[in-house]
């Protein structure tokens, strides 16, 4: 009997000790949770803001640093040169990855449907970008540059639709 009671003993120590170790575990994955939940953000920036001051300057410099001009004074490559040409592209291509971020915040997201679908579309181009950059290698770069276009037109098109017009009302 006093064998029987040692292993109970030992048995309810056991549950005793687990079940403390886990009850203390369990309000620090709860309160990590709240505290995302109840995370605050800085967007005093609005979403035009963040495409004006952000996006916009980092994509240009991307797509004015890829591809080729033919024209009347003859052929240029636009791709960087010196490693720290390609370091440059690099890093506006790391801006790009992080305003798909900005523009998935809460407070920015216009909803949680294709706007979220067009800014991991945001990132994964710019993530292209980067890569192609870090290797130096042209054609990657230059077909990162034509998925942030399609990206940024598809979004346009979706949310934004006078924005692709301008050029039309341009020429009138």
């Given at each position: 009997m006093?064998?029987?009671?040692?292993?109970?003993?030992?048995?309810?120590?056991?549950?005793?000790?687990?079940?403390?170790l886990a009850a203390c575990s369990a309000p620090e994955e709860t309160e990590s949770a709240a505290t995302n939940d109840a995370a605050t953000?800085?967007?005093?920036?609005?979403?035009k803001q963040v495409m004006a001051l952000v996006l916009e300057p980092a994509s240009d410099i991307l797509w004015d640093s890829g591809g080729w001009i033919l024209d009347a004074s003859g052929y240029e490559e636009l791709y960087p040169t010196t490693d720290e040409g390609w370091?440059?592209?690099?890093?506006?291509?790391?801006?790009?990855?992080?305003?798909?971020?900005?523009?998935a915040l809460p407070g920015r997201a216009e909803d949680n449907d294709a706007w979220m679908i067009y800014a991991e579309g945001l990132s994964e181009a710019g993530v292209l970008a980067m890569e192609a950059a870090a290797s130096h290698n042209e054609e990657d770069f230059f077909?990162?540059?034509a998925q942030?276009?399609?990206?940024?037109?598809?979004?346009?098109?979706?949310y934004n639709p006078d924005i692709n017009n301008r050029f039309d009302d341009a020429e009138d």
């Open positions: 006093h064998i029987l009671a040692s292993k109970l003993s030992k048995t309810a120590l056991t549950l005793l000790v687990g079940g403390a953000y800085n967007t005093s920036l609005d979403v370091d440059y592209v690099r890093a506006q291509a790391a801006i790009i990855v992080e305003s798909g971020n900005m523009l077909q990162a540059g942030l276009y399609s990206v940024c037109t598809a979004c346009h098109q979706a």
